[in-house]
């Protein structure tokens, strides 16, 4: 599992692929990545934006970037934790994902990037 820790803030990203919501013959290949984010800071901190870059060998890099995730903008104090599941559709079923996440110090109002790790997108009879 890619792990990445980033100002006392560590993302630890989970993949699968779902076939039954995949058309190979359409070059459509849907993924599932779940994310767990942990504050082992010592602050309160809220996930305000995210910004991903797509990699996909059949259709080349894109850029997503928006409010929060999933709808949500979580606030984690020390030592909490906060999972989502979200998900990536490819033309090549091979591809990998990376990119940030907006943070705010909500004591001071100060804002930080947290790293999400890279991690590979890739259909399971590709890997053989």
């Known amino acids: 599992m890619p792990t990445t820790t980033t100002q006392g803030v ?20 849907v993924f ?33 970037e ?7 903008q979580p606030v984690l104090e020390p030592g909490e934790a906060h999972q989502y599941v979200s998900g990536c ?14 943070m705010e110090r909500l004591a001071s109002g100060e804002h930080f990037q947290v790293n999400i790790p890279e991690f590979t997108l890739i259909v399971p009879f590709r890997m053989n």
């Open 89 to 102: 559709n490819l033309k090549s079923g091979l591809g990998k994902m990376r990119g940030t996440y907006l």
């Open 10 to 29: 560590t993302v630890t990203v989970t993949t699968n692929y779902l076939p039954d919501y995949s058309s190979p013959a359409q070059e459509h290949f």
């Open 32 to 64: 599932a990545y779940r994310i767990d984010i942990r504050n082992d800071s010592e602050f309160t901190i809220k996930l305000l934006r995210r910004h991903w870059y797509i990699s996909d060998v059949g259709a080349g890099l894109r850029e997503v």
């Open 66 to 72: 928006g409010e929060g995730v999933v709808g949500r």
